[in-house]
């Protein structure tokens, strides 16, 4: 059990860092934007969970790469990775064209939410700028997708960290106006973030046309660089629920930002704080959940429910473990972490408070993270929409509005429900797991 976990860990840790870098970036942003005022981080608050659905709605299909890439290494068949590579690639950038031209030609949505007028208006340059870099990180993410499930994890991983010191240039240059460059403020957060990512996907699509590693895949392109629909429907398969799935979890944030926005600035910048947190944490938990996912797929396309039972254990155990140490160090540093994003009294004790509820909920969101993972590793994604659905926006939500306005809770309440919908969403689809093993072990006993 304990080699397992090393195992998953090993291969999730470039994953993870690269995860971490790509969140950085979005908290660097936040902390470099929210230096000018509030209000200008409540907009890119705004922006950000506005986008958030269909962004990783979009992540979501290009997670059907690393499933089908992963399942075809996993029985030494480079020619259907190859193939799965390119259909994948086609599918995830016509996904990545849709969104952004939905976001950006969609914009005006931003002074329907019931939201301060201001931040609507200094949100809207932003949002253009963010919905067109869509297309360049989908495509990172589409062949990132490709190197993982081959278990070659390091390359995406070097280029996000590269992308950070990049990010932070380009930002302190257009927000701020320094070196004979225009003032941009948020709208220069939002240049640095486009230049970044198409820099980034360039990047790596390089590496993977020209390094020795990849040639293998590359060569019998002629071969398998066709379109079949049956290779897109196999996609879509996983994809569709998949983006569900996550879009499910990340639209309840979405959401629930949006509504206590309509609490005022202060609350929305708060949340905004707290919430950013909670996800660089999460972060980790999704890497470990690839992994396990990939490690899981692999065996699965091998017919080994023994291998697949251990390291979806093993790699549970682990999650349990860091939400524990994440909740500890929430609650410990709760009163500092906001001082790094704002200055305002106001927006740092509301922050303080709801980074409170924020570690209560590490736990289950580690543990639901890995497990809907495990379970796509084994393309069990039907029933687990459900349950996650169920557990967000049947209970969650529903709860957390009551609790937010009904009984004058405000933004805490929200996050009470939140609390509420991931700790059902974990032991959903824990439970769902280790069914779906006990089952198909059971025969060979």
């Known amino acids: 059990m304990k080699n397992e976990a090393s195992q998953t860990i090993r291969l999730a840790l470039p994953i993870i860092i690269g995860e971490l870098a790509q969140m950085a970036l979005h908290l660097i942003d936040s902390a470099m934007v929210g230096a000018i005022s509030y209000k ?248 470990l959940a690839q992994a396990g996912s990939i490690r899981v797929s692999n065996a699965f396309g091998r017919n080994d429910w023994g291998k697949i039972f251990v390291i979806g254990k093993s790699t549970i155990i682990t999650a349990l473990g860091y939400g524990i140490v994440c909740a500890i160090g929430f609650a410990v540093f709760r009163n500092y972490l906001p001082i790094a994003f704002n200055n305002n009294t106001m927006v740092v004790e509301m922050a303080a408070l709801l980074l409170l509820f924020a570690a209560v909920f590490q736990i289950s969101d580690s543990t639901q993270a890995i497990s809907a993972g495990l379970l796509r590793g084994i393309k069990d994604v039907k029933t687990p929409t459900i349950l996650i659905g169920i557990a967000y926006w049947v209970v969650g939500i529903p709860f957390g509005y009551l609790l937010a306005f009904h009984f004058n809770m405000g933004a805490p309440g929200m996050w009470l429900g939140l609390i509420m919908g991931l700790t059902l969403a974990s032991v959903f689809l824990i439970t769902r797991f280790f069914k779906m093993t006990k089952t198909n072990t059971q025969p060979n006993k």
Request: glycine share 8%.
């Open 40 to 287: 200008q981080l409540a907009a890119a608050a705004l922006v950000i969970n506005t986008m958030n659905i269909p962004f990783v709605i979009g992540i979501g299909m290009t997670i059907s790469v690393s499933q089908m890439v992963s399942m075809a290494h996993g029985r030494r068949d480079s020619q259907l990775v190859s193939h799965y590579l390119f259909n994948g690639f086609i599918l995830c950038a016509l996904t990545a064209l849709a969104i952004s031209f939905t976001l950006v030609f969609g914009k005006d949505i931003l002074h329907h939410l019931g939201q301060d007028p201001e931040v609507a208006e200094l949100a809207m340059p932003f949002m253009r700028l963010m919905g067109l870099s869509i297309i360049p990180m989908l495509l990172f993410m589409t062949l990132k997708q490709f190197a993982d499930g081959l278990e070659y994890t390091r390359t995406a991983m070097i280029l996000s960290l590269a992308g950070m010191p990049l990010n932070i240039l380009l930002n302190w240059l257009l927000i701020y106006g320094n070196w004979g460059f225009p003032r941009l403020e948020l709208a220069g957060a939002g240049w640095a973030t486009l230049i970044t990512r198409t820099c980034m996907f360039l990047a790596l699509l390089l590496v993977i046309l020209r390094h020795k590693t990849f040639s293998k895949y590359i060569a019998v392109s002629r071969s398998q660089w066709k379109l079949k629909m049956t290779t897109i429907k196999e996609l879509l398969h996983i994809g569709v629920p998949s983006s569900l799935q996550i879009g499910m979890e990340a639209g309840a944030f979405a959401v629930s930002g949006i509504i206590i926005g309509t609490l005022g600035a202060v609350a929305q910048a708060s949340h905004q704080i707290a919430l950013s947190c909670a996800s660089f944490t999460f972060m980790v938990s999704m890497g």
